[in-house]
């Protein structure tokens, strides 16, 4: 039969193989060099599968050599990172797996051969031969062991016979609460194998959590409950312990939690393992790594799960009366998981507090803390106001009626911090008091108050608990003011301008001209409940430019112990007397007051503290130098029910001045005294002009139009009412009762 292919140029495939023909021992070292040369050069082209056909070939040249060495180091790097573990080419790679472990048992590398032999276990990889194979007999008939091997094998660098994946019960936990999780295993051995026994298993945490070790022990805690290949275990962390074999590069010198369980696995056997956990420590706790640990006499291996995919676990089997069931365990769910501090369980309770307070209050409250845990607990209190630094009220602990802190709790370097008072231990399901008591600042403001119990029990002194209590509290103003101030007329006789020898023996005592004028004060309340006013005083702040001023109270109403409800109004007069201190000073005074409320809540059978509140008045401004018209009305006359009405013209100046005086005829009221005059006023003197009003309607005010002209200066002085008239656009007017 004729050839296929022309082959006088080309020689036949079988003919080109290297390895189809015999060679001389002479042409050996041009192969390896033509092999040397053909990997660089494909190196430099990046043709990575040439270059592991090529290293491949050159390996078994080594072998027909029996040059163990070097074609192991030529294997090893094909055989770990070659494109035919990556693209899943296992009939490759199991060739490749069987000629590197040979070449190692031929060298004597007991680590290679484990590893080979781990990962030839696995149920991708064909194995021909089909009696049972046992891993733990793996090493028998090397000889020049001089040390027992240990191995590490990572879940991500090779293919494994055995997965072991993790997940919690679910997605949030508390500190010192029970918490689910479950280690699954399952051995993905060919069923030519032997089972496989696991010495132990350790589960090592971030963060929060103690280490897992279980250990393995024939027949200890057998299944509750089994599906076909399936069983589930439920065992107990109890016993603590560090551990004391000989460092490795995944072991751990950190406290554990010790467990027992049959790790006895056949192949495509699931073993599910539920333990419960009680995580010490706040925070996100991830699983750090898996790792199952082989010991035999001969050697020891360890197989490393670490990336989080790898022990990813998909469902969570449950066990019940009615058998075993699963669910789906959730990305939140498996191995990462948020713990939250401690729920709390001492409660705090201050039953007097309000939402809302008045400024300038002072407050006093009882705080009652109960321990509802399982044991006694050693409590620490905290408690501040939130809020702007200048504003806010600080809290205070009062021990034995005495305050905590003996600085001015009004200090600023005290405002905003927090108070502290040890409560000490409390027994559980009993409770503790302690009072506090805090004074309002005198602007309204809003704050919170936050009191937290930092306490631990006597049980756990290492984990620190915290109940925090807030409270939104509002400050209000209990009161707003109306003020109206009016002249008055003085009754007093004036300094003679022209005799001024009397005026007084002491240099500083008051000779000048002298006013009088009333506060009206209308109060209203803005607190939700009844306010008492204990008392009501008009403060005289600053008097400016030499002027003394004297405050008196003028009988209205009574202004000690009066009751005003929400929304209620209290009025109050008072009388100001203001004098200039030399008889030439004619220069303007401004006085400066405040007045001081002092109120306190209205509580049947409760003693409440006494506040001072104080609100600011507008300054009163008197212009001695000016002339001015004062109206004032007395009682009707019984009989003829005549207004008698008395105009007082003033010239405090040291001129003379003339004024034309005349009232206005009206069909409210008809009047008897002049209807127009001239009048001429000295320096430093005053007179009064008289009229009687018979009013021609009823239940009405009614305004006389008195006009006062200053012919020298060719002004209309403005008529200003006194007690019991009021002034207005028109001038000064007075009341009419309804007839009866």
Not at 139 to 154: C, I
Not at 183 to 195: C, D, E, F, N, W
Not at 497 to 526: C, T
Request: negative net charge; charged residues 25%; proline residues 6%.
């Amino acid at each position: 039969m004729p050839p296929l292919y022309d082959t006088f140029l080309v020689r036949e495939p079988l003919r080109d193989d290297p390895f189809a023909v015999t060679h001389n021992p002479s042409d050996i070292p041009t192969l390896i060099e033509v092999y040397t040369k053909s990997i660089a050069y494909f190196t430099e082209r990046h043709r990575g599968r040439a270059v592991e056909r090529l290293q491949y070939e050159l390996a078994l040249l080594f072998v027909r050599e029996q040059k163990w060495r070097k074609a192991l180091r030529l294997l090893l790097p094909v055989y770990e990172g070659s494109s035919w573990r990556r693209e899943g080419w296992w009939e490759l790679l199991g060739l490749l797996r069987e000629q590197v472990r040979d070449v190692a048992m031929a060298c004597g590398d007991a680590q290679v051969v484990l590893r080979t032999e781990w990962e030839g276990m696995c149920d991708c990889f064909p194995r021909q031969i089909k009696k049972e194979y046992d891993f733990s007999r793996c090493l028998d008939g090397m000889e020049g062991l001089s040390s027992k091997p240990r191995v590490v094998v990572r879940a991500e660098e090779s293919a494994s016979c055995l997965s072991t994946t993790f997940c919690f019960g679910s997605s949030q936990g508390n500190v010192g609460e029970l918490l689910p999780a479950q280690l699954a295993i399952t051995s993905h051995a060919q069923r030519s194998t032997a089972p496989m026994v696991l010495s132990h298993i350790m589960i090592s945490f971030d963060n929060g959590l103690k280490d897992i070790k279980i250990e393995h022990r024939s027949n200890e805690n057998p299944s509750s409950s089994s599906i076909g290949n399936l069983h589930v275990f439920s065992v107990a962390l109890g016993k603590e312990s560090t551990t004391s074999e000989l460092p490795s590069p995944t072991s751990s010198s950190r406290i554990h939690l010790l467990g027992t369980c049959d790790l006895n696995f056949s192949p495509g056997t699931t073993k599910a393992i539920s333990v419960d956990l009680i995580p010490k420590d706040a925070g996100i706790v991830r699983v750090a790594s898996i790792t199952s640990t082989i010991k035999t006499d001969s050697f020891s291996i360890e197989h490393v799960v670490s990336e989080v995919d790898y022990m990813r676990q998909e469902d969570f089997w449950l066990e019940s009366t009615k058998g075993t069931s699963r669910r789906a365990a959730g990305n939140e769910g498996s191995n990462e998981i948020r713990i939250h501090p401690k729920p709390p369980k001492v409660q705090i309770r201050i039953p007097t507090l309000r939402k809302e307070y008045l400024t300038d209050e002072s407050v006093r409250l009882e705080v009652e803390i109960t321990n509802e845990e399982d044991d006694d607990a050693d409590v620490t209190l905290e408690a501040r106001f939130l809020g702007q630094a200048d504003s806010v009220p600080v809290w205070i602990w009062i021990t034995n009626e005495v305050p905590a802190s003996s600085e001015d709790p009004l200090s600023d370097k005290l405002r905003n911090s927090t108070s502290t008072i040890a409560l000490g231990h409390i027994s559980r399901s009993t409770s503790r008091k302690v009072e506090a008591t805090f004074t309002a600042n005198a602007l309204p403001t809003e704050a919170v108050l936050e009191m937290k119990a930092l306490y631990h029990v006597l049980g756990e002194p290492d984990t620190p608990i915290s109940k925090v209590l807030i409270q939104d509290v509002i400050f209000d103003r209990p009161f707003e003011v109306d003020c109206d101030f009016q002249p008055c007329v003085d009754m007093n006789p004036w300094p003679s301008y022209f005799y001024p020898a009397d005026i007084g023996e002491k240099e500083e005592s008051a000779h000048g001209l002298r006013q009088l004028w009333h506060l009206n004060v209308r109060l209203a309340s803005f607190s939700t409940e009844p306010l008492v006013i204990e008392n009501i005083a008009l403060e005289v702040l600053n008097v400016h430019d030499r002027a003394s001023c004297k405050i008196s109270n003028v009988p209205l109403s009574s202004t000690s112990n009066a009751i005003i409800g929400p929304n209620d109004f209290h009025e109050s007069r008072f009388q100001i007397d203001t004098q200039k201190l030399d008889l030439d000073d004619r220069r303007s005074t401004a006085v400066q007051l405040q007045i001081q409320v002092c109120w306190r809540r209205k509580q049947s059978g409760i003693a409440t503290t006494t506040a001072t509140t104080l609100l600011p008045v507008q300054d009163l401004i008197i212009a001695f130098g000016e002339p001015r018209v004062l109206a004032s009305a007395g009682p009707p006359q019984e009989e003829s029910q005549a207004i008698p009405l008395e105009y007082t013209i003033e010239n405090p100046s040291t001129h003379v001045l003339n004024f034309d005086l005349s009232m206005e005829t009206s069909d409210d009221f008809a009047f008897s005294g002049p209807k127009a005059m001239t009048l001429n006023l000295v320096p430093v003197s005053r007179t009064t002009v008289r009229y009687n009003i018979v009013p021609l309607v009823r239940g009405k005010w009614i305004t006389p139009r008195f006009r006062v002209l200053d012919t020298g200066f060719k002004q209309v002085l403005r008529v200003d009412a006194t007690g019991g008239m009021r002034s207005d656009k028109k001038g000064a007017s007075v009341w009419v009762d309804a007839e009866e």
